[in-house]
């Protein structure tokens, strides 16, 4: 279907044509009840498609009138993200805190007028890439407060690679650009940004560097921050333009101001970005590992190895069974490598010879091929990893909870981590929902230590899920925090998280935030309740 005819869902993930019918969710509610025995699927009528949306309670100014919307389809469109608690109020057809005004610049100028309005008037501005916070943090009812406004400002109208450098490899990109928009046009230049979310097509530039975004790559320079060389941020107080180069040792970094600042300090606008040329040799294997902590040994050994292969990705048999990747209770370390110089046969063949060492079995590869292509199990997981989150959508539609959650921790605390969180999750499962799944894979791997990424499933309880929700995600964030994990390695903080991120950061870092967004935006407009108290 051509993307100009396609429309996202209003409140589940992705496009609306691609949310399985009453035939696919029937098949749906057999492969639950394989997967999670306790669980009593059923298929739920959904929402109606055009949205209840109570009247606005201000007019636009007049100063933002050529560009913003009161539409009840665009202010519901941004009410909210699409976490857990958000697609269930979705689903409920609860639009109640949705934006009074929904804000599209088409400049940087817009920007500023944006900023300059709601700072007279004592409104909220959410920044708004695009939409997919699973941390709560888009959330214009929780920005609100006891404002008398809230104003969704959608970067969409500023988008596209605004200039290439192609010898220094850096590209120009509008802050509101979207991963396919951005890959389409990098590729016009045989270049790409090598960053690739599983939010990525319904993502933002902005959103990405504002929530310090972790690409689908598993090693190497992953992270958006690492990829970016000057950004530019508009602050009620100015426009904040970091300084291009490619290293400096001139003082803190402006730019570790912006990078994670989840649009509390500024609007990112645009980036300088760097790029490399797109892959053209692509190589793979899959190896299976009866034990797990075999599994976790060999990618330890890949991960300090030194190769830096661009997937690295270790999943547990419940997440193998998940993804549809293995189904012999068997884990997986799905092993890959790419480059736009090179063969790459030496490289895999010293990793797989690794994977072995540990025990492993391979099962698929190892095998070149153009990297035009995807085969085999990593192809499989690609695939899924892609397609998860209309996966999580369906099943809230037959009565079934799933979410994840995310950490990183060292080498050396991951064994009790995990089998702290496991068994904290495990046993919320069975007290709040009679039963479940916890699985786990690692996203990116370190030479100092992994980011595993738990999914847990179990039956839900009509009118009870979000409290099943909170008790679950209350108790995978106290085991988090007591195994010495981060709170999250790359969905952010935003107010989900607010309280475990409150008590892993130093205080003094705390108390100097504080001061630095009151400078920056004195009247407190900017995505109030995000990181810092309003």
Not at 18 to 31: I, S, W
Request: hydrophobic residues 40%.
């Amino acid at each position: 279907m051509p993307e100009r005819t396609r429309e996202r869902s209003l409140w589940a993930w992705g496009w609306r044509e691609k949310f399985p019918d009453d035939a696919a969710r029937t098949g749906l509610t057999h492969l639950a009840k394989a997967l999670v025995p306790a669980t009593m699927p059923a298929v739920r009528p959904l929402p109606p498609d055009e949205p209840s949306v109570p009247a606005a309670t201000v007019a636009v100014p007049d100063a933002l009138a050529a560009f913003s919307s009161q539409a009840p389809h665009d202010r519901a469109m941004r009410s909210r993200g699409r976490a857990f608690p958000d697609l269930v109020a979705g689903f409920a057809g609860d639009y109640a805190g949705a934006p009074e005004i929904v804000a599209l610049p088409r400049d940087e100028a817009e920007v500023t007028r944006v900023l300059d309005e709601a700072g007279a008037r004592g409104w909220a501005v959410v920044p708004f890439g695009g939409g997919t916070s699973v941390v709560g943090g888009v959330d214009s009812k929780l920005a609100k407060g006891d404002r008398a406004a809230v104003i969704s400002l959608d970067l969409g109208a500023l988008t596209g690679v605004r200039e290439v450098d192609p010898t220094s490899r850096l590209a120009r990109i509008a802050g509101g650009t979207l991963g396919p928009v951005l890959e389409d046009e990098l590729g016009t230049h045989g270049l790409t940004l090598r960053h690739y979310p599983q939010s990525f097509e319904f993502s933002t530039l902005g959103g990405w560097l504002a929530t310090r975004a972790g690409g689908h790559y598993a090693t190497g320079p992953t992270r958006i921050d690492e990829l970016c060389h000057a950004v530019t941020m508009i602050t009620p107080r100015g426009t904040l333009a970091t300084h291009r180069h490619p290293g400096s040792g001139a003082g803190p970094e402006p730019a570790r101001l912006v990078f994670g600042s989840e649009g509390i300090l500024g609007v990112i606008t645009e980036a300088w970005m760097k790029v490399v040329p797109r892959p053209r040799w692509r190589a793979t294997a899959s190896v299976a590992y009866k034990d797990f902590t075999a599994a976790v040994a060999a990618t330890r050994a890949l991960a300090q190895s030194g190769l830096y292969p661009s997937n690295a990705r270790l999943l547990d048999a419940n997440e193998a069974r998940l993804h549809r990747v293995r189904f012999d209770g068997t884990s997986v370390l799905l092993i890959g490598f790419e480059s736009a110089d090179h063969p790459l046969g030496a490289w895999l063949a010293r990793a797989v010879e690794l994977a072995k060492d540990h025990g492993g079995e391979v099962v698929s590869g190892p095998s070149e091929s153009d990297a035009s292509t995807r085969t085999g199990a990593a192809g499989a997981w690609r695939q899924a990893f892609f397609d998860a989150p209309y996966l999580q959508s369906a099943m809230l539609s037959i009565g079934v909870l799933s979410d994840t959650f995310e950490t990183s921790c060292t080498w050396t605390q991951f064994p009790e981590l995990h089998a702290r969180v496991t068994s904290a999750v495990q046993r919320a499962l069975e007290e709040e929902c009679g039963g479940g799944i916890v699985a786990c894979r690692f996203t990116h791997v370190y030479p100092d230590g992994p980011a595993p990424y738990y999914t847990f499933v179990g039956p839900l309880r009509a009118g009870g899920e979000l409290a099943q929700w909170q008790a679950l995600k209350s108790a995978a964030s106290e085991a988090l925090s007591a195994a010495g994990g981060t709170i999250t390695h790359h969905h952010a903080v935003g107010r989900t998280h607010r309280p475990w991120y409150d008590r892993e950061r130093p205080q003094l870092f705390a108390d100097a935030l504080r001061t630095i967004k009151h400078d920056l935006d004195p009247r407190g407009v900017l995505n109030p309740g995000v990181l810092v108290d309003p």
